[in-house]
């Protein structure tokens, strides 16, 4: 049977990366672009996974297109966009979904999953991911396979419970779970290693080992608290877990920069917002340690950003 194409929204490394990736799995692929074409042939530079110090290049003939040249109507889409495009991204392709569309995204943090699920149609399930595969875009057309990994996607509403994702080697039923677990990592090595100007690996280092300590121990107390909107999904990241889990990480990814360390070095938008700011806006308890990283990465003037640093190097 004829597979339906995936329309991918949004051209950066993750959205080259999997372009290439349900290509490879026998889906025709369109994919929207908002400045740069990426033209007919996308170039993807990674490994066999039999063999990881293998490379291999690979071409996939992928048709791209910008919103205004889009027709026909699709009922499978994969947003893979920054947090805060999540929403507009929706909003400028709805009208090429279909009534009963899979709605899927890739995007880190929380918040931006439950603006689209309210505009959704009854009949259209979203779908929310997770992923540790890294990637990085090093062209317009050519995407570098950094990092293997796994990749999640799950019912953002139960309510749903009858369909199945299209893919169903990458369905799983507690995803919120993945997406907290997910969220606690990138809540202390994103805007640790942002703020700092740091690699990664560098969280670990005898500097800020106290500040990243104290960070795990907040989250530690807003995990466990009964009346966090997810206590349920996260009782389970003690403090013992959530250090051995975003240290790994740390150590797995040392020599990467954080999304968050290069949006603030190229002068980006970041997704303070949807990670920071969602713990903080959901949270029962005082978090100053997130407060003061969501400051920081807020702040544009020099003195300020410096005091902000010295608070945080000082916690106790």
Not at 14 to 27: D, H, N, P, Q, T
Not at 91 to 101: D, G, K
Not at 216 to 228: I, R, T, V, W, Y
Request: with cysteine.
């Amino acid at each position: 049977m004829k597979k339906t194409p995936w329309l991918v929204v949004g051209a950066g490394a993750i959205g080259l990366f999997w372009a290439c990736k349900l290509e490879k799995l026998g889906y025709p692929v369109h994919l929207v672009y908002r400045s740069e074409k990426p033209g007919k042939k996308i170039t993807l530079d990674s490994f066999d996974e039999d063999d990881p110090q293998q490379p291999v290049t690979s071409i996939h003939k992928i048709k791209s297109f910008k919103v205004d040249e889009l027709s026909k109507q699709y009922d499978q889409v994969l947003f893979c966009t920054k947090a805060y495009d999540l929403n507009t991204a929706f909003q400028s392709v709805e009208h090429y979904l279909t009534e009963q569309a899979t709605i899927a995204c890739l995007c880190n943090g929380l918040g931006a999953q439950q603006l689209v699920q309210k505009q959704l149609k009854p009949t259209q399930t979203l779908w929310a991911g997770v992923t540790s595969e890294g990637a990085l875009k090093l062209d317009s057309n050519r995407v570098k396979h950094t990092g293997f990994g796994d990749t999640y996607f799950g019912l953002w509403d139960a309510q749903h419970k009858a369909v199945n994702f299209p893919i169903e080697s990458l369905q799983i039923t507690n995803i919120h779970q993945k997406l907290i677990e997910k969220l606690a990592i990138n809540a202390v090595i994103n805007p640790i290693t942002a703020v700092f100007g740091l690699y990664n690996g560098e969280v670990l280092d005898d500097d800020y080992s106290n500040l990243f300590h104290q960070a795990l121990a907040e989250l530690d107390q807003l995990f466990s608290h009964p009346k966090f909107l997810y206590s349920e999904q996260s009782k389970h990241l003690t403090l013992d877990t959530l250090t051995h889990r975003v240290s790994n990480v740390a150590k797995l990814t040392r020599l990467n920069r954080s999304s968050m360390h290069e949006d603030i070095r190229l002068h980006r938008p970041t997704e303070n917002q949807f990670i920071s700011g969602f713990l903080i806006d959901n949270s029962p308890i005082e978090m100053p340690i997130q407060t003061l990283l969501y400051q920081a990465i807020k702040c544009e003037e020099h003195e300020p950003l410096e005091k902000l640093k010295k608070k945080l190097l000082s916690v106790a």
